[in-house]
């Protein structure tokens, strides 16, 4: 596996614990619709909450955050509709960013709430 995917996975595993030790529930990991993936998908205080995480080893160029782009929330806001469908849900719904710098000296994570909001 490429290194990128084993960073990946590892910035997924950083967040899940994150935010389970903040009290959210991890209802799905890797939720895949057509092309998109919802990373993961949590539930706090009556809301559903859509994460995108992004894990860096520097924050050299950009935040992982600001790799989030428009074309990337809109493929999961699309995940995020059909996945909402698909379990017949009718819950308010807000889309997070976990940004995550992981190396040999730091880990920083930067949760970023209400990160970006559908188009109506």
């Known amino acids: 596996m490429a290194e990128h995917n084993d960073l990946g ?3 997924e595993e950083i967040a ?3 935010l ?3 009290g959210y529930q991890i209802v799905q990991r890797n939720y895949k619709f057509l092309k998109s ?4 998908v ?5 809301l559903l909450i859509i994460v995108e995480v992004k894990t860096r080893n520097s924050d050299f160029m950009a935040g992982p955050h600001q790799t989030v782009t428009k074309k990337k929330q809109k493929a999961i806001i699309k995940a995020a509709n059909f996945y909402i469908q ?3 849900l ?3 719904t807000r889309f997070d960013i976990v940004s995550i710098i992981v190396n040999s000296k730091q880990k920083l994570i930067e949760h970023i ?4 909001y559908p188009r109506l």
């Open 9 to 11: 996975i590892l910035g």
């Open 16 to 18: 899940t614990e994150y």
């Open 20 to 22: 389970s030790k903040k």
């Open 37 to 40: 993936e919802i990373d993961i």
């Open 42 to 46: 949590t539930k706090k205080d009556g």
């Open 86 to 88: 698909e379990h017949d």
């Open 90 to 92: 009718d819950i308010e």
């Open 113 to 116: 709430e209400d990160a970006f």
